[in-house]
């Protein structure tokens, strides 16, 4: 077996046993969790969500500057003021030209020099500008979506590398749709929502905006056509829901034919542009949608076309722009789509700009002050703890094949958890940062990073990159490694406290690990093998029983609404949901390991089992505006965050923990409570 696997025997004591030195106390309330935020008037099987943090929710005023606030929002905003005082210190002292200290506060400084981006006007971009007015053709129209490619602006054929998800020790060249400004096709197809029509009127006011600041005439005209244009875009797309289909998105092309698949692009020039058109293959992610994009290319008037181009130009450029721009970008994006009151104070958004560039070069010098090597060896140790939980549910699972059920533990055994940060930093050597030049280095940016993805092709895949900074709080699941990724920035209250009670980190960050290694299993993630290739390793008869499982949990969540008339998208959040309800159950399950058959103690009257649900229900503290919380519930695979601690009602021990009742909300029968994993 596993020798990792085995190892998590020996932690368990550790993480069981109270981390408290004499004197410490939690970061949040005597044991990790924030008791004078529930409401006890209610019942938790009425709205556990509410019992757990509804005072602290009704008094919550979500920040000016936000579109929603929670529990990841509060530990970003520390991450985003550690980070600021990470540049700031870096850019306060001498620094040799080309060093990382030098681009980190030249880049910011650029950024924050708002005179200096005002007396360049838009004149900044000017150089793109004339390149779209110098098209001529069609042909020159596909060169410059290559050259888009370079420049990350948006287009609607994308365009660059990615892994082979059935050679996974390889890169590809894949493309796939794209192009749209607004979040989603439904916003430009759904024409009976009053709140997507809004949105609509206000997008075409936006595009007369920029067209208008940036100096064309017939502004309005120009957006009303290539309002058209993206709506005809829209009606290729495939639905979210489709794309999250693992073998349908996987389409390899020989390059030679793609002409004949793929007519009215000339594909030559936009693969030469885009630096691919040596290589044999092209993986295509969204065939309908690309050849209805080529058609559109062919049958469109050019003049429309380069309308767009200089529409997602500006979008894209906007935000490092005059103020005129950056309020016209901040009215639709955030006020009108998110609901947002106020913007964000420009050192946050410098901020934000400047970890999304040089975030490997800040983590280094983040992970030195706040992430102490002892939060990481017992970070280690917890998710080995988690993924010995995980491997004794999976062989004791009754309804999968006894051959599938090796597969999947040898899987399992082969995983890759990456915490806290790189073993291997980037190297930022080659990118150039010129203090003044905001926008350049924005597109210097964006080059140095499509060269670095260029240079994978045809070398082996390094696996020990990582494609979150350490000041993300956040954590993912790659499939195509085989791997769990949990940035230094999550491992902090309310997920992860040393001395918190660990039945609250269990609850909390437990869950999260749990969360993450069943997205391994989910109903895409079992898709992959151990090596990260996409294949078929499940017997049919696997299959079907796992759907019949997974089809509950679609219409259970499908049920919730979060907003009147607008349920959650049980098909579109079913991966997430999979993660959700089996990695509580993991993480309860770890937890119960390490208790040795102890019973805990009580602490401010809860049991152990409630201060594990408890924790859980912490992290998802989370308030929306509606606005925001609606391009959620189109866009995103998640259950909005206030919604998710109700997985509980599908827990046994939950029941017997807290005594929900028959009659009362959330109550299900032990018939009907899910069990996947």
């Known amino acids: 077996m596993n020798k990792a696997i085995l190892a998590g025997a020996s932690v368990l004591a550790l993480l069981a046993a109270p981390a408290l030195a004499k004197g410490a106390k939690p970061d949040i309330g005597s044991f990790g969790f924030d008791v004078a935020g529930m409401d006890r008037s209610i019942k938790p099987g009425n709205d556990f969500t ?36 990470i540049i700031e210190a870096a850019a306060a002292k001498p620094a040799a030209p080309g ?47 290559g050259r888009a490619a370079r420049e990350g602006v948006s287009v609607p054929v994308g365009v660059g590398v990615g892994p082979d998800r059935k050679n996974p020790d390889k890169f590809t060249v894949v493309a796939g749709q794209g192009g749209l400004g607004l979040p989603d096709r439904d916003y430009y197809l759904d024409l009976a929502n ?36 993206e709506t005809g875009i829209a009606k290729t797309h495939w639905t979210r829901v ?13 390059r030679t034919a793609l002409d004949a698949q793929y007519p009215g692009m000339d594909w030559a020039r936009l693969l030469t542009e885009a630096g691919l058109n040596d290589q044999p293959v092209v993986v295509i992610s969204t065939p309908s949608a690309i050849a209805g994009t080529a058609k559109l290319i062919d049958s469109e008037p050019l003049a429309v076309w380069k309308d767009y181009l200089v529409f997602q130009t500006l979008r894209d450029a906007a935000p490092v722009l005059p ?13 009108t789509l998110g609901g947002q009151p106020e913007q964000q104070p420009r050192w946050k958004r410098g901020v934000d700009f400047t970890t999304a560039v040089l975030g490997e070069a800040l983590g280094k010098l983040y992970v030195a002050e706040y992430f102490p090597p002892e939060s990481k060896k017992l970070a280690d140790e917890l998710v080995t703890n988690i993924i010995a939980a995980m491997d004794t549910r999976l062989a004791n699972l009754a309804w999968m094949d006894p051959k599938t059920r090796v597969a999947a533990r040898e899987k399992l055994a082969a995983f890759k958890p990456k915490i806290g940060y790189p073993d291997k930093w980037r190297d930022y050597s080659a990118l150039n940062i010129v203090r003044g030049d905001a926008i350049g280095n924005v597109r210097r940016a964006a080059a140095f990073e499509y060269a670095r993805q260029l240079a994978k092709l045809g070398q082996p895949v390094d696996r020990s990159e990582w494609f979150m900074t350490p ?121 119960k390991l390490s208790l040795k058959g102890k019973k805990p103690k009580q602490m401010e009257g809860f049991t152990g089992d409630q201060r594990f649900f408890l924790g859980f229900s912490q992290v998802w503290r989370q308030k929306y505006r509606d606005a925001s919380l609606l391009q959620q519930l189109v866009t995103d695979p998640h259950t909005p965050g206030h919604f998710r601690p109700y997985v509980v009602r599908n827990f046994d021990a939950w029941y017997d923990a807290f005594g929900a009742q028959a ?8 018939a009907d409570r899910l069990k996947v994993w």
């Open 663 to 670: 009659g009362e909300t959330y109550y299900l029968s032990p």
């Open 194 to 229: 009053p709140k997507f029509a809004e949105a609509r009127a206000k997008y075409q006011t936006y595009m007369t905006t920029l067209f208008g600041l940036a100096g064309y005439d017939n502004a309005a005209g120009r957006a009303a056509a290539v309002i058209a244009l």
């Open 242 to 254: 489709e794309r999250r289909q693992a073998e349908k998105t996987y389409n390899p092309v020989a």
């Open 99 to 145: 060093s990382e200290a030098q681009k980190v506060g030249d880049f910011f400084a650029s950024f924050m020099d708002e005179a200096r981006i005002e007396a360049i006007g838009v004149a900044a971009i000017k150089p793109e500008l004339d390149a779209i007015a110098a098209i001529g053709d069609k042909a020159a129209l596909a060169a410059a979506f």
């Open 323 to 335: 103020k005129a721009f950056v309020d016209a970008n901040f009215d639709f994006y955030s006020k």
């Open 471 to 591: 000041m993300t709080v956040n954590a993912y699941a790659n499939p195509v490694w085989n791997e769990i990724v949990f940035p230094a920035a999550i491992l902090q209250a309310p997920f992860f406290d040393p001395k918190a009670d660990p039945s609250v980190n269990y609850g909390g960050i437990g869950a999260v690990i749990g969360h993450e290694i069943t997205h391994h299993f989910d109903d895409q993630g079992r898709k992959y093998d151990k090596t990260g290739r996409l294949a078929d390793w499940w017997t049919p008869e696997d299959v079907a029983r796992f759907k019949v499982l997974t089809d509950k949990v679609v219409a259970q969540y499908g049920a919730y609404q979060p907003l009147p008339g607008k349920n959650v998208n049980g098909d579109l959040t079913l991966g997430e949901n999979i993660a959700d309800l089996a990695g509580l159950n993991i993480a309860y399950d770890a937890w």
């Open 50 to 85: 509410a019992f757990a943090g509804g005072t602290y929710l009704s008094t919550l005023e979500i920040p000016a500057d936000k579109t929603n606030f929670g529990m990841f929002t509060r530990l970003r905003d520390l991450s985003q003021e550690r980070t600021r005082g």
